[in-house]
């Protein structure tokens, strides 16, 4: 597991904790390792937000591992 920092993100579900409500909340890598990569490097742009319109996942393995992980979770959850 890797435990990121807060971000100032603009998402309301952290209500439901701080109701006492149990939340999870994960980030799914859904950009081509390669762009991550060079994105990384000093001078290069950065990586577009989730909601900018020039994100653009690639779709295959990140529905494949968002259904694998989720599913895994679940399962943990209730002790299959």
Known sequence: ?????PVLGG???????????PVFLYFLGTVAPERVVLAAKEGNTPLP??????????????????VL???????????K
């Not at 597991?1 to 920092?5: A, F, Q, T, V």
């Not at 937000?49 to 968002?66: C, N, W």
């Not at 992980?69 to 002790?79: K, Y």
């Open 11 to 21: 998402e309301d579900f952290s209500r439901y904790g701080r109701a006492g409500v």
């Open 49 to 66: 937000s989730l909601h900018s319109p020039f994100y653009a996942p690639v779709p295959e393995p990140s529905i494949r591992t968002g």
């Open 69 to 79: 992980t989720m599913s895994m979770a679940v399962m943990n959850l209730v002790g």
């Open 1 to 5: 597991m890797l435990e990121r920092p």
